[in-house]
């Protein structure tokens, strides 16, 4: 008799407590959300928030209020969501660097794993190798053949010792054979200043950042990191076409949340996210950008994570890849 009545009281309970969650999953969101970038203004992750958290706030009727937290190659920003209370309020619009970042600094403050919900990928950029019109590299073969007539005497620009684009370039240099010394720069913008001006005959950048300049034929596209050829430069070979395969590497975009929110606060962004991406005057505002879509929920988004910090781990070890 006392076990039933326990056990009647347990199911009470039980039911009271989904009850609870359906009903703040409908009322939420009832206050401003935040959404933490942490990097600079400017950069994909930036217009992707600005651009989804416009809607967003449209949508739900409360604000949605984008805080850029940059600094320590975007852990001091994530670190803050993964201190904050797990109730959706405070999100995060992390990209690919996440990953990259245990493979080179070693072991960080949280578990990109464990400490973060993941709740939907939302776009990537591609990353291109680009060459200065005055070198006459305009693919890989030309690459290759510069590279075995002038030993020791190539240097690439990139965005910085660790980022995904160091690492894309020593990847094309082991598949290749080429070798080229990295000038990490402080941000891609820079990188890309000097290889306009010749002072450095080749850079590894985000490819959006290069489109106009091979389009006005300044600079001269070797090859783009995905499988795919990239929306803004359909006449660029991509490494694998060119036989350099596997060779799909990107940088992605992704919303997430501290670990353990609600699973039906979580399904709801991800519902409202995916009918803000699908407007078209968003998707021309994105693609002119150079963010291509990425469509994947939670679950692709934790297998990309583990799937990324393997392979940036191998990377960073057969590269003797090292943070400064």
């Not at 199911?11 to 969650?21: K, N």
């Not at 009903?23 to 950069?43: C, D």
């Not at 992707?48 to 949605?64: K, S």
């Not at 200043?193 to 010749?198: A, F, K, R, Y």
Request: charged share 15%.
């Amino acid at each position: 008799m006392k076990l039933n009545k326990l056990f009647t009281l347990g199911t009470v309970m039980a039911l009271a407590s989904m009850a609870g969650t359906s009903v703040f999953a409908q009322a939420w969101p009832s206050r401003a959300v935040k959404i933490i970038v942490p990097y600079g203004t400017g950069g994909g992750s930036d217009t992707l928030a600005r651009q989804v958290g416009a809607r967003l706030q449209q949508m739900w009727g409360q604000g949605v209020a984008v805080d850029n937290k940059a600094g320590a190659s975007g852990n001091i920003g994530t670190e803050m969501v993964v201190r904050a209370p797990a109730d959706g309020y405070t999100l995060l619009l992390q990209n690919s660097t996440m990953v990259v970042n245990p493979a080179v600094n070693g072991k960080l403050n949280y578990d990109p794993e464990k400490d973060l919900t993941p709740i939907m990928l939302l776009g990537l950029t591609p990353i291109a190798l680009a060459a200065h019109s005055g070198t006459n590299i305009r693919n890989m073969k030309e690459l290759v053949a510069y590279s075995k007539a002038n030993p020791d005497s190539l240097s690439y620009g990139s965005c910085g010792v660790g980022t995904p684009q160091h690492f894309v370039m020593e990847l094309v240099k082991q598949k290749s054979g080429v070798k080229a010394t990295n000038i990490g720069y402080k941000g891609c913008a820079p990188a890309l200043t000097d290889v306009l001006g010749g002072q450095v005959p080749l850079a590894i950048l985000s490819a959006n950042l290069i489109a106009p300049h091979v389009k006005s034929g300044k600079l001269y596209s070797v090859g783009v990191s995905t499988a795919q050829r990239y929306q803004l430069m359909p006449d660029s070979a991509t490494f694998e076409e060119q036989g350099l395969k596997p060779l799909n590497f990107s940088i992605w975009y992704a919303l997430m949340g501290p670990a353990k929110m609600p699973r039906e606060v979580v399904a709801k962004i991800y519902a409202d996210v995916q009918k803000v991406l699908a407007e078209p005057e968003v998707k021309a505002n994105l693609s002119g950008a150079g963010v291509e879509p990425l469509v994947g929920n939670g679950a692709d988004l934790g297998k990309l994570i583990k799937t990324d910090l393997v392979r940036y781990a191998q990377l960073a070890k057969s590269a003797n890849i090292k943070g400064e």
